[in-house]
C-alpha cells in the first residue's frame, strides 16, 4: 500500500487548507480500516489530526475538531483533510497514514504566512 499527500504549500491566515491523500494497492474502503491525518511542525511532535474509517465515519483531535473536515472519495481512493481558518501555528509537515499497518506518505509541506 502506497499514500501520496498532494495540495498547496503555501497559504495565507485565515484560508482554508485542503490536502489529499492517495491510496495505491489497497482499499480505503476495505473493511475495519482507518485513515488518519498527522502533522509535525517544525521542531515538535507529531500530532494526530483525525480518521476516516472504512466505513466513511469519521472522529477528530478535540483540539482541532471544530476547524477539521475529512472526507474521501472511493472511486478514486482518495482521502482529503480540510483545515478551515489556518494561522501560522498551523504550519507543518503533514502526513496520512494506515497506522494499523504501518503505511504512511512521504508527507507534505504546508507553510502559512502572511
Known amino acids: 500500500v502506497q499514500l501520496q499527500e498532494s495540495g498547496p504549500g503555501l497559504l495565507r491566515p485565515s484560508q482554508t487548507l485542503s490536502l489529499t491523500c492517495t491510496v495505491s494497492?489497497?482499499?480505503?474502503?476495505?473493511?475495519?480500516?482507518?485513515w488518519s491525518w498527522i502533522r509535525q511542525p517544525p521542531g515538535k511532535g507529531l500530532e494526530w489530526i483525525g480518521y476516516?474509517?472504512?466505513?466513511?465515519?469519521?472522529y477528530y483531535s478535540p483540539s482541532l475538531t471544530s476547524r477539521t473536515s475529512i472526507s474521501r472519495d472511493t472511486s478514486k481512493n482518495q482521502i482529503t483533510l480540510q483545515l478551515a481558518s489556518v494561522t501560522p501555528e498551523d504550519t507543518a509537515v503533514y502526513y496520512c497514514?494506515?497506522?494499523?499497518?504501518?503505511?504512511w506518505g512521504r508527507g507534505t509541506q504546508v507553510t502559512v504566512s502572511s
Open positions: 497514514a494506515q497506522l494499523a499497518y504501518g503505511y
Open positions: 476516516i474509517a472504512y466505513n466513511g465515519s469519521t
Open positions: 494497492g489497497g482499499s480505503i474502503a476495505a473493511n475495519y480500516d482507518y
